[in-house]
């Protein structure tokens, strides 16, 4: 499924496709996904996050920096940022 942006999707959207994605990953329910739990702590590793991110991508229809799950660790704050046009913290939307 592909969002062009600008689709306006609620971070609340962004983040239960994360959750679903992230537990077809991790081979687990969707229910043992903590959406403020770590990557690390959900044992994503390097090569996985590069996936996701290109997946994220896809999902919008948007570049997203490569290091943005880096930088928002958990579901819950990278779908924030995702939802506010992945702009750097402060940055005028």
């Given at each position: 499924m592909n969002h062009q942006e600008g689709s306006g999707l609620a971070a609340e959207?962004?983040?239960g496709w994360l959750v679903k994605r992230m537990a077809e990953?991790?081979?687990c329910a969707p229910?043992?996904?903590?959406?403020?739990?770590?990557?690390d702590r959900l044992g994503l590793d390097s090569a996985?996050?590069?996936g996701v991110t290109l997946e994220v991508e896809d999902y919008l229809g948007r570049t997203v920096?490569?290091?943005v799950l880096y930088s928002y660790n958990?579901?819950?704050r990278l779908a924030?940022?995702?939802a506010s046009g992945g702009a750097p913290p402060g940055a005028p939307n």
């Open positions: 959207t962004i983040q990953l991790l081979r229910e043992e996904i903590g959406i403020d739990d770590s990557f996985t996050a590069v920096d490569p290091g958990t579901l819950r924030d940022h995702l």
